[in-house]
């Protein structure tokens, strides 16, 4: 089954406003976390990624925290914007040359203007 | 700068037919590449995924195969089509261990 899963699986945030969208993961030795967005009709986007040997990682008006002592990884969108609703997908990989994913359920993000 | 194509981008076909789905990948060599398929409203579930030409692993039983007949090539075939193969198939690439997968726009298929 699935190591990956989301806290919400819906978000509903005014424009303006910050968004965090959270995921658990359960393997331990995971050691490389990414986020995707999904928009309708669409293949995932890569957001941002992160390695174990970091904690947090920031992008233009994205950030992704990393707490392996809880097996946490959020994803923060600054000052959202309606173009942001999509829903959004963590992904996990342990190892392994193939480079395989594990993804989680998803968040739809609801920008409201 | 790398790109990946997928086609049709949606296939209407009826049960029992054939199917092909072709990806290609420009921009790169000896990617990995995927297939997964998407049900509605769901995650990604891992199908197929390929290291070098050739080179298949599955990671589900089911009616569908894959190919690799080229370096960037990655194609997904079923002989006989069933109803329970509806769904949103993607193609992705990567350069391997801990980097990014990257997707193509998929392909919307549906079984009557």
């Known amino acids: 089954g699935e190591s990956v899963g989301l806290h919400l699986p819906t978000l509903s945030v005014q424009e303006g406003d910050n968004s965090i969208i959270n995921c658990a993961y359960s393997?331990?030795?995971?050691?490389?976390f990414i986020w995707y967005k999904q928009e309708s009709g669409k293949g995932p986007q890569f957001i941002i990624d992160i390695r174990s040997n970091m904690d947090k990682r920031q992008g233009q008006r994205v950030t992704v925290l990393l707490n392996k002592t809880v097996k946490h990884l959020s994803l923060q969108i600054a000052a959202t914007q309606p173009g942001d609703s999509a829903v959004y997908f963590c992904?996990?990989?342990?190892?392994?040359?193939?480079?395989?994913?594990?993804f989680g359920k998803g968040t739809k993000l609801s920008v409201k203007p | 700068s790398q790109t990946i194509h997928q086609w049709p981008a949606t296939l209407v076909q009826p049960v029992g037919s054939p199917l092909s789905l072709e990806c290609t990948v420009e921009?790169?060599?000896?990617?990995?590449l995927y297939w997964y398929r998407q049900a509605a409203g769901r995650g990604l579930q891992l199908l197929f995924y390929?290291?070098?030409?050739?080179?298949i692993s599955s990671e589900v039983p089911q009616n569908l195969s894959a190919s690799r007949p080229q370096d960037r090539q990655f194609i997904l075939s079923s002989k006989k089509l069933l109803l329970s193969d509806s769904g949103f198939y993607l193609c992705?690439?990567?350069?391997?261990?801990?980097?990014?997968?990257?997707f193509g726009d998929g392909t919307r298929l549906s079984i009557l």
């Open positions: 390929s290291v070098g030409i050739g080179q």
């Open positions: 921009g790169t060599s000896n990617p990995n």
């Open positions: 393997n331990s030795a995971s050691d490389y």
């Open positions: 992904a996990e990989n342990f190892g392994g040359s193939q480079g395989n994913l594990i």
């Open positions: 992705a690439w990567s350069r391997g261990e801990s980097q990014p997968q990257h």
